[in-house]
């Protein structure tokens, strides 16, 4: 047990080193002579999507998120099954309720179009995601380029890697420590919980089996907000449709009600209410309560710069997909 841990210790120092030597190999103008116009590309063709369906923007959040935690930030999760792999990333039930690919897809078809072969998937998905926040009035972060593409996708690394609602906070302190994020970034991060939506299936065990036997509601949730949750989700088994806010009060604006939430127990997932299990987590709950908020748009643009840079492919570790949804055939 003991060897175990230290071999781990070691991996994950290993891939912390990795990513900054990779992450320094990021450039802001990595595009400036082979395809100079993927910024405005990305962003018109964002606009149009999220103008459309504001809801498209906590989605590509997601998307983003949970793409960086498994094998870094390669757009692995864009990659659809094939005869050989009949689980790929977006097939599992962390990824089975996110939305966006198609905004995604937008962008590096027309990228193909006027710059064929030059602009990376995991590149596009970065844009994507910041475009699409700051349409809404979200924070804006600095996107650096030259990832490359994975070629693998498998549907148990997504299982075992992207943090859980379920999770206590040792769990996501672990999670986080092991891509080279800190607790602050953990804290901060949990964030993007102050707009989108969840699906009710998720806390059905929360709300109506936390015991389980069959009964009982999680004892650390708000008993109002418990009622309100139960309001918004009744208890039906096998429900996966039904969906409600992640914050009730401002569902649509990127705000800091999230930690007000949670500081009064009415975090909608497990995971949300463990902030308030670790002094660290709990002072920046507390802290963005008292200031309403101050510097969380300036922390969330400052751990998703980092986020990003997570386990990057750089030069001939990985490829420039053709399409996002499938590996090149050679």
């Known amino acids: 047990m003991i060897i175990g841990k230290k071999l781990r210790s070691f991996l994950l120092a290993i891939l912390v080193i990795v990513t900054v030597l990779n992450a320094s190999e990021l450039k802001s103008d990595y595009y400036q002579y082979s395809c100079p116009n ?9 606009e149009q999507f999220v103008t459309n369906d504001p809801t ?19 757009a692995s999760i864009l990659l659809d099954p094939t005869p050989y792999n009949n689980e790929t990333e977006k097939d599992t039930v962390p ?28 590149d596009v998905l970065r844009l994507a995601s910041r475009d699409a926040i700051a349409l809404i009035n979200g924070p804006y972060w600095d996107v650096t380029f030259g990832r490359k593409d994975g070629r693998i996708s498998l549907g148990s690394e997504a299982l075992v890697n992207i943090p859980s609602p379920f999770s206590n906070i040792s769990t996501l302190e672990e999670n986080f420590a092991a891509v080279g994020l800190s607790s602050k970034d953990l804290a901060v991060l949990s964030g993007a919980h102050t707009i989108g939506i969840f699906h009710c299936f998720v806390i059905q065990k929360r709300l109506y089996n936390f015991t389980g036997n069959g009964d009982g509601t999680d004892p650390t949730l708000d008993s109002s907000y418990a009622e309100y949750l139960k309001f918004e989700c009744p208890k039906r088994i096998g429900d996966l449709e039904t969906i409600a806010p992640m914050d009730p009060i401002s569902p649509t604006v990127f705000d800091d009600n999230y930690y007000t939430l949670v500081s009064e127990h009415k975090g ?9 299990d670790d002094s660290g987590t709990n002072a920046y709950v507390q802290f963005q309560v008292m200031t309403q908020g101050v510097t969380f748009a300036s922390d969330f643009a400052e751990s998703m710069s980092k986020m990003i840079e997570i386990g990057v492919l750089t030069d001939y570790e990985g490829e420039i997909r053709k399409t996002c949804r499938a590996a090149n055939s050679y």
């Open 38 to 46: 993927v910024l405005e590309i990305s962003r018109a063709i964002t």
């Open 56 to 74: 498209l923007a906590p989605g590509l959040l997601r998307m983003d998120f949970h793409d960086c935690f498994v094998r870094g930030c390669d």
């Open 95 to 122: 990824n089975s309720t996110i939305r966006g690919f198609e905004v995604v897809d937008a962008i590096k078809e027309e990228l193909e179009h006027q710059c064929p072969g030059v602009v990376s998937c995991a």
């Open 268 to 276: 909608v997932f497990q995971s949300d209410a463990a902030l308030l």
